[in-house]
């Protein structure tokens, strides 16, 4: 196995002979983003007004086919956000997976909820919807209309399924579960620009999704995200609370509730719009390095590539490898792969066993403890599926 380990990073490394470093995922600005960044410096628009950040929003709300998106300064205040629009109270539980970045679990505490943690299935990374719904009639009721947890007295309020490395959970199942037990469904899609399930974007499914431009996401804005829904009325609010929840009016400053200072810069919002002027050819070399990957360890015993689940057309945000349960020191293969410069990371800590989120809630979590053994993370940046450097 170590040899095999070993073998499969040279051949990575060997894909980029002239790099002597293949970092994870790197971003590579090829379009317009001089131009547009020049203009906002020449013009002194870099703040937090100006046309880029409107047109970001417009450019968002035509590509992933949701009515309206609101530019926030990134993807966490874009998730607290958009649990606050969609009405998460304080003391209500928040049904996420254990197994996602931190942010997802910071943003319900931020509304002063609490993550109620649950499992996901291997067919997706994300929520296992089927074992929701089962576990839902061991530890909730319907009273009132709402979904009470049993165990703690609490409303189960929301369920926010977060498309792991760009691949989207089952979202009709995961509907179904909600409709039944009267949850809210919030999309963390902060990894899915570009990933479609059934042929409909990710964020359309949420009442409220969240995008995130991080450095390492698919585009980036430097820092950046943004808030996706449907509803004009959820959208002009999120709106009203990222911008300090302040009425318009030519120069007093009225302020009727307690908003944030969220909104996007101008100058981030022009690094955005450039890139979404090319997303899609980003995610078609994203889609040809699978391909790529899956020539390099074809005949590799012991690990496969994750592949799109059957429903989806995904993003391929991170290429991910998945070792057979019990097979290698995942520490082991991550030093292998660092070592040789290939830049490899395991999958996030579960949540449940950050201490921050120790006394939270939580379901049986088998496939989660499981998994956070099997994955790496192996180079990914767009330019790598391109056959020369490009
Ligand atoms: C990146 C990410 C976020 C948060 O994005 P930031 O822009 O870094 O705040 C939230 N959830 C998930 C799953 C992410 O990957």
Same mark, same amino acid.
């Given at each position: 196995m170590n040899d095999m380990i070993l073998e499969l990073a040279k051949k990575i490394k060997s894909m980029y002979p002239q790099k002597d470093f293949i970092p994870l995922h790197e971003p590579k600005f090829k379009g317009n983003e001089q131009k547009y960044i020049a203009d906002c410096i020449e013009t002194g628009? =870099?703040? *937090? =007004?100006?046309?880029y950040v409107d047109q970001f929003e417009r450019m968002l709300a035509e590509f992933t086919g949701v009515k309206r998106a609101v530019a926030v300064v990134n993807g966490t205040a874009a998730l607290h956000i958009a649990l606050k629009i969609v009405g998460i109270q304080p003391n209500d539980e928040v049904l996420i997976p *254990? +197994?996602?970045? =931190?942010a997802t679990g910071n943003a319900v505490v931020y509304c002063g909820a609490v993550p109620h943690f649950i499992d996901v299935s291997?067919? /997706?990374?994300?929520?296992?919807p089927f074992k929701l719904d089962d576990y839902l009639r061991d530890v909730a009721v319907i009273n009132g209309n709402v979904c009470i947890n049993k165990q703690t007295g609490r409303i189960i309020r929301a369920v926010v399924p977060m498309h792991t490395f760009g691949h989207p959970v089952d979202i009709d199942v995961l509907f179904d579960v909600c409709e039944r037990w009267n949850l809210i469904m919030v999309e963390d899609a902060a990894e899915s620009l570009g990933s479609y399930y059934k042929g409909i974007h990710t964020g359309n499914f949420g009442k409220a999704s969240a995008l995130s431009f991080n450095g390492?996401?698919?585009?980036?804005?430097g820092g950046g995200g943004a808030v996706l829904t449907n509803d004009e009325k959820l959208a002009d609010y999120a709106k009203h609370l990222t911008t300090t929840a302040k009425r318009p009016h030519r120069w007093k400053y009225e302020h009727d509730q307690i908003g944030y200072n969220y909104r996007m810069p101008n100058i981030n919002a022009a690094l955005g719009c450039a890139q979404l002027e090319y997303i899609d050819d980003l995610i078609e070399k994203k889609r040809r390095l699978v391909q790529r990957y899956e020539q390099l360890i074809?005949?590799?015993?012991?690990v496969r590539l994750f592949k799109e689940p059957r429903f989806a057309r995904s993003n391929y945000w991170l290429q991910t490898l998945i070792f057979d349960e019990n097979i290698c020191d995942i520490n082991q293969v991550l030093e292998t792969f660092n070592n040789q410069k290939v830049m490899s990371r395991p999958i996030w /800590?579960?949540?449940? +066993?950050?201490r921050p989120f120790q006394n939270s809630p939580k379901a049986d979590l088998q496939v989660t403890e499981k998994l956070q053994y099997q994955i790496v993370n192996i180079p990914s940046s767009p330019y790598l599926g391109d056959d020369i450097d490009g």
């Open positions: 628009w =870099v703040s *937090s =007004v100006g046309k *254990s +197994l996602t970045f =931190v291997t067919e /997706t990374l994300g929520i296992d390492n996401k698919i585009i980036t804005t074809a005949g590799c015993q012991g /800590t579960p949540l449940h +066993l950050l």
